[in-house]
């Protein structure tokens, strides 16, 4: 067996697209909230936390609804399109509201429509992708994802986006939206999920590859010990998304008022390391298992930010730009394994039920961590609370991640009898 790179690139499009937003949004809207309604970091908490407000309710939905879907283009593909056109056009207005209530309310606009999509796009991959070798096409996955936050990284620092005190982002969000756009048009015009995915479900059969679905009970449902390890894993994923969504979406502001450095370049070398780790963790994970990789993740990330809690203003950016390549590395590790371990568990028709599971572990703690760690920050100060928090969080989904038992991929000596197999076939 060996992974469909072109099939899955082309996937991807979907992913990239996602990031590309989600990039922009966490950079720019925390910066619109404080420079130009001037809001404190608390309300701005707030505020930002709506997204995974909707997303802790509406991802599931829409992933339960995608897996029930059937039409010519498949279960995925048309909330793609309508979700992505929706949000693209909304994102470009975002920028020349004038008024608090008309800005959320146009963001409101734009975050309803990412979540009618987000869980059928993510759950593609795992659609037209066998078991064995999910790990690795997520690695593809979050590769295409990555390029699409690091291009957006680029136009900030062509639009200067960084600059202090700067209040109108219009120009640089519309041209979010056309990138938006453009790579919807590449895989609207390449995938071919149908098709894709019956070619999956052919070769899953065929050699067997479903071995979660032998300890489920005789109703289908998961056996006891599959139940406690998805809990532990969604627990898990909580708690390094509390940790590391607490730096993403406040990063900004604090390389600006606290440090006083650009926070760009920092966020683009944290992003490119995680680009040439994907493949490679992908690799490892094959080899030593998903479990083992995520553990060494978590552990990379958190010595990452307990080692940035020390930097100070008037320390040189390159010391916080190793630390951000070091998070780099360890966040890549820790997603190119852990959704493949949630919907490892799911059987062929839930794949999307499960996404959303893992989404909502996700976005719930994204919902209690900017307004937890930012009304921290104003009581305790932004320097004092901001990767001490992190890392916190961190350290502890290391301690969940240690009772998992199941979800984990088999080690290259199956996947080579499997090869065998299919070779005396």
């Given at each position: 067996?060996?992974?469909n790179y072109?099939?899955?690139?082309?996937?991807?499009?979907?992913?990239?697209?996602?990031?590309?937003f989600w990039?922009?949004?966490?950079?720019?809207?925390?910066?619109?909230?404080?420079?130009?309604?001037?809001?404190s970091?608390?309300?701005?908490?707030?505020?930002?936390?709506?997204?995974n407000?909707?997303?802790?309710?509406?991802l599931p939905?829409?992933?339960?609804?995608?897996?029930?879907l059937s039409?010519?283009?498949g279960?995925r593909t048309?909330?793609?399109?309508?979700g992505?056109?929706?949000?693209a056009?909304?994102f470009?207005a975002l920028?020349?509201?004038d008024t608090?209530?008309?800005?959320?309310g146009?963001l409101l606009a734009?975050?309803?429509?990412m979540?009618t999509?987000?869980?059928p796009a993510v759950?593609?991959m795992p659609?037209?992708t066998?078991k064995?070798?999910?790990?690795k096409?997520?690695?593809?996955?979050?590769l295409?994802?990555?390029?699409g936050?690091?291009?957006?990284l680029?136009l900030?620092?062509?639009f200067?986006?960084?600059?202090e005190g700067k209040?109108?982002?219009?120009?640089?969000?519309?041209t979010v939206s056309?990138?938006m756009?453009?790579?919807?048009a590449?895989f609207?015009?390449t995938?071919?999920e149908?098709?894709w995915?019956?070619?999956m479900e052919?070769?899953t059969?065929?050699?067997?590859?479903?071995?979660?679905?032998?300890?489920r009970t005789?109703g289908?449902?998961?056996?006891?010990?599959?139940f406690?390890?998805?809990?532990?894993?969604?627990a898990s994923?909580?708690?390094?998304?509390i940790?590391?969504?607490?730096?993403?979406?406040?990063?900004?502001v604090?390389?600006?008022?606290?440090?006083g450095?650009?926070?760009?370049?920092t966020?683009?070398?944290a992003n490119a390391?995680a680009?040439?780790t994907?493949?490679?963790?992908?690799?490892?994970?094959?080899?030593?298992?998903r479990?083992k990789?995520?553990l060494?993740?978590?552990a990379?990330l958190?010595?990452?930010?307990f080692?940035a809690?020390f930097?100070?203003r008037g320390?040189?950016v390159?010391?916080?730009?190793i630390f951000?390549?070091?998070?780099?590395?360890?966040?890549a590790?820790i997603n190119v394994?852990?959704?493949?371990?949630?919907?490892?568990?799911?059987?062929?028709g839930?794949t999307?039920?499960y996404t959303?599971?893992?989404y909502t572990?996700?976005m719930?703690?994204?919902?209690?961590?900017?307004?937890?760690?930012?009304?921290?920050m104003?009581i305790?100060g932004?320097r004092?609370?901001?990767f001490?928090?992190a890392?916190v969080?961190?350290v502890?989904?290391f301690v969940?991640?240690?009772?998992v038992?199941?979800?984990?991929?088999?080690?290259?000596a199956?996947?080579?009898?499997l090869?065998a197999?299919?070779?005396?076939?």
């Open positions: 067996m060996k992974l072109k099939r899955t690139v082309l996937v991807g499009f979907a992913f990239f697209l996602i990031s590309a990039q922009a949004y966490d950079t720019i809207v925390p910066l619109i909230l404080t420079n130009k309604f001037e809001l970091q608390g309300t701005s908490g707030i505020i930002m936390s709506l997204d407000i909707f997303a802790v309710f509406l939905i829409f992933g339960n609804v995608s897996d029930r039409t010519r283009f279960r048309p909330f793609i399109l309508g992505t056109v929706a949000a056009i909304a470009s920028g020349f509201a608090l209530p008309l800005f959320i146009i734009s975050l309803l429509a979540a999509f987000r869980s759950a593609l659609d037209v066998v064995p070798l999910r790990s096409g997520n690695a593809i996955i979050n295409m994802g990555t390029a936050g690091m291009i957006i680029i900030a620092t062509v200067k986006t960084s600059e209040t109108d982002f219009s120009l640089y969000m519309i056309v990138i756009l453009a790579a919807l590449v609207i015009l995938v071919r149908r098709k995915a019956a070619e052919a070769e059969e065929k050699y067997h590859l479903d071995t979660e679905a032998e300890e005789e289908g449902k998961l056996s006891r010990g599959q406690v390890s998805l809990l532990f894993i969604l994923v909580a708690l390094w998304y940790g590391y969504n607490a730096v993403t979406s406040k990063y900004s604090y390389a600006t008022d606290v440090i450095v650009s926070y760009s370049t966020l683009l070398l390391a680009v040439v994907y493949i490679p963790v992908g690799m490892i994970a094959s080899k030593i298992g479990k990789s995520i060494a993740g978590v990379i958190a010595a990452a930010f080692g809690s930097i100070e320390t040189s390159i010391i916080m730009d951000f390549v070091l998070a780099g590395i360890g966040w590790t394994n852990s959704f493949p371990m949630v919907v490892e568990l799911a059987s062929s839930d999307g039920k959303g599971f893992y572990a996700s719930a703690a994204q919902v209690v961590t900017p307004i937890l760690s930012g009304y921290l104003d305790f932004m004092e609370v901001f001490p928090y890392t969080f961190v502890l989904s969940t991640m240690c009772f038992r199941h979800g984990d991929s088999k080690p290259a199956s996947a080579s009898k090869e197999f299919a070779d005396n076939d």
